[in-house]
């Protein structure tokens, strides 16, 4: 995990949430020891400043996933195997891709259309069956994070890889 740093130390004011840490994933069954969740640090540098971004705008950043051990990214390829949801090579087990939504100040999610690794064609950022709120919210959280050198993924709204 060389040049892998440890997100909450750097951001007290984003939430974790780190589903794999848990069994409320694809799995049914927690793959990750601990919840703790590592970026290389020019991802987290820039992290850092959406997190600040969204706080000045009055959301909280949540963070569901980030470095992805291979051994974790294989057993999600065995339970579903979708190259658009989960890809053979995955960017997170560089250290370079986050999963992430929005939250209010007081912690309550933002509406999203979807939850979390629900991989079906309203996932995508470009799904159409979503209410206004949905849409907003999303473009939201893709606005900020492009803005800070994040590029999303055309399959997974809450998706994105660190391209600096």
Same mark, same amino acid.
């Given at each position: 995990?060389?040049?892998?740093?440890?997100?909450?130390?750097?951001?007290?004011?984003?939430?974790?949430?780190?589903?794999?840490?848990?069994?409320?994933?694809?799995?049914?069954?927690?793959?990750?020891?601990?919840?703790?969740?590592?970026?290389?640090?020019?991802? @987290?540098? =820039?992290?850092? $400043?959406? !997190?600040?971004?969204?706080?000045?705008?009055?959301?909280? &950043?949540? #963070?569901?996933?980030?470095?992805?051990?291979?051994?974790?990214?294989?057993?999600?390829?065995? @339970?579903? =195997?979708?190259? $658009?949801? !989960?890809?053979?090579?995955?960017?997170?087990?560089?250290? &370079?891709? #986050?999963?992430?939504?929005?939250?209010?100040?007081?912690?309550?999610?933002?509406?999203?259309?979807?939850?979390?690794?629900?991989?079906?064609?309203?996932?995508?950022?470009?799904?159409?069956?979503?209410?206004?709120?949905?849409?907003?919210?999303?473009?939201?959280?893709?606005?900020?994070?492009?803005?800070?050198?994040?590029?999303?993924?055309?399959?997974?709204?809450?998706?994105?890889?660190?391209?600096?």
């Amino acid at each position: 995990m060389k040049d892998l740093v440890l997100i909450s130390d750097y951001m007290p004011d984003a939430i974790f949430d780190i589903r794999y840490a848990t069994t409320h994933n694809i799995t049914g069954k927690a793959i990750y020891q601990s919840p703790d969740v590592y970026l290389s640090a020019k991802a @987290v540098a =820039a992290l850092q $400043r959406v !997190v600040d971004e969204l706080k000045s705008e009055g959301f909280r &950043l949540v #963070v569901w996933d980030a470095y992805r051990p291979t051994e974790a990214q294989e057993l999600l390829r065995k @339970v579903y =195997a979708d190259k $658009r949801y !989960v890809r053979k090579n995955s960017i997170h087990s560089q250290g &370079l891709a #986050v999963d992430v939504t929005l939250a209010s100040t007081n912690g309550d999610y933002l509406d999203m259309g979807t939850d979390f690794d629900e991989f079906s064609e309203r996932a995508h950022p470009d799904a159409t069956e979503l209410t206004e709120e949905q849409l907003q919210n999303r473009t939201l959280l893709a606005d900020v994070m492009t803005k800070h050198g994040f590029k999303q993924w055309p399959y997974e709204w809450w998706h994105f890889d660190f391209v600096g």
